[in-house]
């Protein structure tokens, strides 16, 4: 059904979402019954039909995630103050440095983080990239050397000019602030 609730996909287009409501799904062999989804436009027109689990599958199932093993933990109780701090207890004792995130009014995550001793900016936390990657603007604008010489590859919206570079420092804290161009 329509809604007057307005989203933002995964590249910033917001637009009024349409709801529907999933009667089964199963992640692996883990099954979270009925689920609220929003329909949205995809961002490219020659996409593969893309399918997101979002955030709020994950807080309903305290999701932990350990992307060393390449797995997803879910708990289909609720987690108790006391239980999610003898978790966070046993991480920490493993010399694990907690990062706080960031929840945006767009449901996105962000990280905040400081690049070669640069102001501190937020950075999306997006599980499904496969490479730290920064905008040309950002890079061009901090004086980074490239690497090597940019290349071109085809994607799915037409293609993509990438080029690799070294940094001095990443420093990931808590400052929270937005690097504006």
Request: charged share 15%; net charge negative.
């Given at each position: 059904?329509?809604t007057?609730?307005?989203v933002?996909?995964?590249t910033?287009c917001?637009?009024?979402?349409q709801?529907?409501?999933l009667?089964?799904?199963?992640?692996?062999?883990?099954?979270?019954?009925?689920?609220?989804?929003?329909?949205?436009?995809?961002p490219?027109?020659?996409?593969?039909?893309?399918?997101?689990?979002?955030n709020?599958?994950?807080?309903?199932y305290?999701?932990?995630?350990?992307?060393?093993?390449?797995?997803?933990?879910l708990?289909?109780?609720?987690?108790?103050?006391?239980?999610?701090?003898?978790?966070?207890?046993c991480?920490?004792?493993a010399?694990?440095?907690?990062?706080?995130?960031?929840?945006?009014?767009?449901g996105?995550?962000?990280?905040?983080?400081?690049?070669?001793?640069?102001?501190?900016?937020?950075?999306?936390?997006d599980?499904?990239?496969?490479h730290?990657t920064?905008?040309?603007?950002?890079?061009?604008?901090?004086h980074?050397p490239?690497?090597?010489?940019?290349?071109t590859?085809a994607?799915?919206?037409g293609s993509?000019?990438?080029?690799e570079?070294?940094?001095d420092?990443?420093?990931?804290?808590?400052?929270?602030l937005?690097?504006?161009?």
């Amino acid at each position: 059904h329509n809604t007057d609730q307005k989203v933002s996909n995964m590249t910033g287009c917001i637009s009024y979402a349409q709801k529907v409501m999933l009667e089964e799904v199963v992640l692996g062999s883990f099954s979270v019954g009925t689920l609220d989804a929003k329909i949205m436009h995809q961002p490219f027109k020659h996409d593969r039909p893309t399918l997101v689990i979002g955030n709020d599958l994950f807080e309903r199932y305290n999701a932990i995630f350990d992307i060393g093993n390449q797995a997803l933990y879910l708990h289909m109780n609720a987690i108790s103050r006391k239980e999610l701090f003898a978790i966070e207890q046993c991480i920490l004792q493993a010399h694990y440095h907690k990062v706080p995130l960031t929840r945006l009014w767009s449901g996105h995550m962000v990280l905040p983080v400081q690049i070669n001793n640069a102001l501190p900016i937020s950075v999306l936390c997006d599980t499904g990239t496969s490479h730290t990657t920064l905008s040309d603007a950002y890079v061009h604008a901090q004086h980074i050397p490239l690497k090597d010489m940019p290349q071109t590859v085809a994607a799915t919206d037409g293609s993509i000019t990438y080029a690799e570079i070294l940094l001095d420092s990443l420093i990931l804290n808590s400052l929270q602030l937005f690097y504006q161009k």
